[in-house]
């Protein structure tokens, strides 16, 4: 269960949902993961890089310690809080940011907010682990739900289906009695999707806020911008920013990227020229 701080942690972050678009910065600490794997697998250089998104302006940290690209080797529980729980004890209560955790596991989700983290990640919008909807509601942790597809389908209405997931996600939390001002949703990007529902997906931002819930846009360096673009991982920062500004400005609540002094100075040059209440 979440402690006072840590209550008041989560409430802060949700407040702030309402305010402007906010900046959640990525801390994968793992071998394997698609754009940063091995960078922050060391639990000191994990820290290091978390304290320094957190002063580059980032509004939220996301801690991962399992890779969910294509093909990624699972792990498990054990595993996972062995790469995540020293990050964990360093950042939640030296940062003036909060943390998430990225996971769909209910044994690292409860851990994680032990340790401090206010905020779970799940990108299995609750469907993979049973316990984690009841996991979520014991601990009072705000909660986001993502899109996923265990494979590609690429005659599917693509954002019907997201639709309908994240919609069947929302009515299972209530069930588990998870608040729904706690709640945000994420359409998925990148997972399971063809570069054109990936599109879709973007495009229809201003649909799927019918939803309810603040939308988290994840497209920082995704794969998206190699088959559009032609370009490699270390080269998507300037499609990454654009996809971003474009989904601050159909609706997104928070950005989900690896590089957040950019997307820190892009939202205050939206706001300062106005196009960006």
Not at 1 to 15: E, H, N, T
Not at 143 to 165: G, K, W
């Amino acid at each position: 269960m979440l402690d006072p701080a840590g209550v008041a942690r989560r409430d802060a972050f949700l407040a702030a949902l309402a305010a402007r678009p906010l900046v959640m910065g990525i801390l994968n600490v793992t071998p394997d993961s698609f754009s940063d794997g091995g960078l922050h697998a060391a639990h000191d250089a994990a820290i290091a890089r978390g304290r320094a998104m957190a002063g580059e302006g980032a509004d939220v940290i996301d801690v991962g310690g399992e890779s969910t690209r294509p093909g990624a080797v699972p792990v498990d529980a054990d595993e996972e809080l062995a790469r995540v729980g020293p990050v964990l004890d360093a950042l939640c209560p030296g940062l003036d940011v909060p943390v998430s955790i990225d996971t769909y596991k209910a044994a690292v989700a409860r851990e994680a907010v032990r340790r401090g983290a206010v905020v779970v990640n799940d990108v299995w919008a609750l469907g993979r682990d049973p316990a984690m909807a009841d996991a979520v509601a014991e601990t009072g942790a705000a909660l986001v739900i993502m899109h996923n597809r265990e494979s590609i389908d690429a005659d599917l209405d693509i954002v019907a289906e997201v639709e309908r997931v994240l919609d069947a996600a929302l009515a299972r939390a209530a069930r588990a009695g998870i608040p729904e001002d706690r709640i945000l949703v994420d359409p998925g990007i990148g997972f399971g999707k063809t570069v054109e529902q990936n599109l879709a997906c973007l495009r229809a931002l201003p649909r799927l806020a019918a939803l309810g819930r603040p939308i988290l846009l994840g497209v920082s360096r995704k794969s998206l911008f190699g088959r559009l673009l032609g370009r490699a991982v270390d080269e998507r920062l300037p499609a990454t920013l654009a996809t971003n500004i474009a989904g601050v400005l159909a609706g997104a609540a928070v950005i989900r990227v690896h590089d957040v002094a950019p997307h820190v100075d892009a939202l205050a040059m939206l706001r300062a020229t106005g196009a960006l209440a």
